[in-house]
């Protein structure tokens, strides 16, 4: 099998590393990937949104399955394209990944399947936005509808800071026309677990549950990020649990999209929050989540390749998924600054002395090759996992070799996997 990864962060290596472990995938390409992808497969120079060039690279090279990992050009309809043209994608369509990229579509959806979720109001003018915030109470919650790059949602617990979040938003245009319309919702209070599940459009199947950590700093101070780290499994998940997000969350959010004529085939991500009243779903994305990926894939027993294929040909229903009964944990190590201005090219040390340490895997993020030396690129540069029989194990596994890697200016939570034994029941 020709196999091809689209994306360069720390979720493709992942997704690269477990592919390459499948004896069924002979060749193995990402576009663009970065330094630690060029180490499990070949890195084709192409960007992930240049959706033409990537078409016409796949068909020139026969490849015989994409698994496409970030959001972007799912939402540029890489699926459709692939498809006109028969080639076998993981990942759903342009509409179908509407469920992410349009925050109304995806709530007013989620209302119409009877999925929990947060009572909203949908709002495109500024002035009846902002009249209605007079009359609800506080805290509440402000969306930008379109993709945002992570920066669209403001959690605000005074009215000043709703109206901010508004001008921002409608009036200042920051986000483009992903500020066209907004959501103002009510604010859910409960720990927030990552539910990701394989869907052929018709069977859904989740995978081990995750927490991720997005504040920037300890004690999940600071701004919000892509994700600083996570583990996995969610300490608070029980199979009681996971069996109402299947029946409540995934099975009529993939129905229900196939009755609109839009067959979900990839991964739905439901970002759930446990509240005191039962789970409620925050969101949903239409893609691998990153890390949660770093810390899901270690854990997979079932051949990837054979379950992403069994997608792709709509008879998941013959898989059996199988999971180590490990914990697992990903640190990252991001540049300084992140997520606000950082700086890029700062050559990185100790990754060989990590390598061949037992069940730990540094998964690049952002980094690239520079006349023969790995260097930070991006934001995130590197996720560091780590697996063991217990969380404790995985952690100090991870934290031993984030310890051994440097480059300057790094940056790192020192309680990534914490949030288990504080607020959950441990392990
Ligand atoms: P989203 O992009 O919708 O997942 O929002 C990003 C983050 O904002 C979530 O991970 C939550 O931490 C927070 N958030 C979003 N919606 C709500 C809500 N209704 N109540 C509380 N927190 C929320
Ligand atoms: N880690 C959050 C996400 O992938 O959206």
Same mark, same amino acid.
């Given at each position: 099998?020709?196999?091809?990864?689209?994306?360069?962060? &720390?979720? %493709?290596?992942?997704?690269?590393?477990?592919?390459?472990?499948?004896?069924?995938?002979? %060749?193995?390409?990402?576009?663009?990937?970065?330094?630690?992808?060029?180490?499990?497969?070949?890195?084709? #120079?192409?960007?992930?949104?240049?959706?033409?060039?990537? $078409?016409?690279?796949?068909?020139?090279?026969?490849?015989?399955?994409?698994? +496409?990992?970030?959001?972007?050009?799912?939402?540029?309809?890489? @699926?459709?394209?692939?498809?006109?043209?028969?080639?076998?994608?993981?990942?759903?369509?342009?509409?179908?990944?509407?469920?992410?990229?349009?925050?109304?579509?995806?709530?007013?959806?989620?209302?119409?399947?009877?999925? #929990?979720?947060?009572?909203?109001?949908?709002?495109?003018?500024?002035?009846?936005?902002?009249?209605?915030?007079?009359?609800?109470?506080?805290?509440?919650?402000?969306?930008?509808?379109?993709?945002?790059?992570?920066?669209?949602?403001?959690?605000?617990?005074?009215?000043?800071?709703?109206?901010?979040?508004?001008?921002?938003?409608?009036?200042?245009? +920051?986000? &483009?026309?992903?500020? $066209?319309?907004?959501? !103002?919702?009510?604010?859910?209070?409960?720990?927030?677990?990552?539910?990701?599940?394989?869907?052929?459009?018709?069977?859904?199947?989740? *995978?081990?549950?995750?927490?991720?950590?997005?504040?920037?700093?300890?004690?999940?101070?600071?701004?919000?990020?892509?994700?600083?780290?996570?583990?996995?499994?969610?300490?608070?998940? $029980?199979? %009681?649990?996971?069996?109402?997000?299947?029946?409540?969350?995934?099975?009529?959010?993939?129905?229900?999209?196939?009755?609109?004529?839009?067959?979900? +085939?990839?991964?739905?991500?439901?970002?759930?929050?446990?509240?005191?009243?039962? #789970?409620?779903?925050?969101?949903?994305?239409?893609?691998?989540?990153?890390?949660?990926?770093?810390?899901?894939?270690?854990?997979?027993?079932?051949?990837?390749?054979?379950?992403?294929?069994?997608?792709?040909? &709509?008879?998941?229903?013959? *898989?059996?998924?199988?999971?180590?009964?490990?914990?697992?944990?990903?640190?990252?190590?991001?540049?300084?600054?992140?997520?606000?201005?950082?700086?890029? &090219?700062?050559? !990185?040390?100790?990754?060989?002395?990590?390598?061949?340490? #037992?069940?730990?895997?540094?998964?690049?993020?952002?980094? @690239?090759?520079?006349?023969? *030396?790995?260097?930070?690129?991006?934001?995130?540069?590197?996720?560091?996992?780590?697996?063991?029989?217990?969380?404790?194990?995985? !952690?100090?596994?991870?934290?031993?070799?984030?310890?051994?890697?440097?480059?300057?200016?790094?940056?790192?939570?020192?309680?990534?996997?914490?949030?288990?034994? $504080? %607020?959950?029941?441990?392990?």
């Amino acid at each position: 099998m020709r196999v091809l990864v689209v994306g360069a962060g &720390g979720r %493709e290596h992942a997704l690269a590393w477990a592919l390459r472990r499948s004896p069924r995938v002979e %060749e193995l390409f990402v576009a663009p990937g970065n330094a630690g992808t060029d180490s499990v497969a070949v890195n084709v #120079p192409i960007k992930a949104s240049d959706i033409d060039g990537l $078409t016409e690279w796949a068909r020139g090279n026969e490849i015989d399955l994409t698994v +496409v990992g970030p959001e972007s050009p799912l939402a540029l309809g890489i @699926a459709d394209r692939f498809g006109e043209v028969g080639l076998p994608v993981f990942g759903p369509s342009r509409e179908a990944a509407r469920i992410e990229t349009s925050k109304v579509f995806s709530k007013v959806f989620m209302q119409e399947e009877g999925i #929990p979720t947060a009572d909203f109001e949908v709002f495109q003018d500024f002035d009846k936005a902002t009249a209605y915030l007079q009359k609800c109470p506080f805290p509440l919650v402000v969306k930008a509808d379109g993709l945002a790059g992570g920066k669209g949602v403001s959690v605000c617990h005074v009215r000043q800071e709703a109206e901010d979040a508004l001008q921002v938003i409608m009036e200042d245009r +920051v986000f &483009g026309d992903a500020g $066209t319309r907004v959501v !103002i919702e009510e604010c859910l209070t409960g720990q927030e677990v990552s539910v990701l599940a394989f869907s052929d459009g018709q069977t859904v199947m989740p *995978m081990v549950t995750s927490q991720d950590h997005k504040a920037a700093y300890d004690g999940d101070k600071g701004p919000n990020t892509g994700g600083m780290g996570c583990y996995a499994p969610m300490s608070l998940m $029980t199979p %009681e649990l996971l069996d109402e997000i299947q029946r409540r969350v995934l099975q009529p959010a993939v129905d229900g999209l196939r009755l609109r004529g839009l067959p979900y +085939v990839g991964v739905l991500y439901a970002g759930m929050i446990l509240t005191p009243t039962g #789970p409620q779903a925050l969101e949903f994305n239409c893609r691998f989540g990153d890390p949660e990926t770093q810390v899901i894939l270690p854990l997979l027993r079932t051949d990837l390749a054979d379950v992403l294929e069994a997608c792709v040909e &709509g008879r998941l229903h013959e *898989m059996t998924l199988r999971w180590s009964k490990e914990a697992s944990v990903c640190v990252v190590i991001a540049s300084g600054g992140y997520p606000k201005n950082y700086r890029t &090219g700062y050559p !990185i040390s100790g990754l060989d002395e990590v390598a061949d340490l #037992p069940d730990v895997q540094v998964f690049h993020a952002g980094t @690239a090759l520079k006349d023969g *030396m790995i260097v930070t690129a991006g934001g995130r540069v590197l996720g560091v996992s780590a697996w063991g029989d217990t969380l404790t194990q995985a !952690i100090n596994r991870a934290y031993c070799a984030v310890g051994r890697i440097r480059f300057r200016d790094q940056h790192f939570r020192h309680d990534i996997g914490q949030k288990a034994f $504080t %607020e959950g029941v441990g392990m």
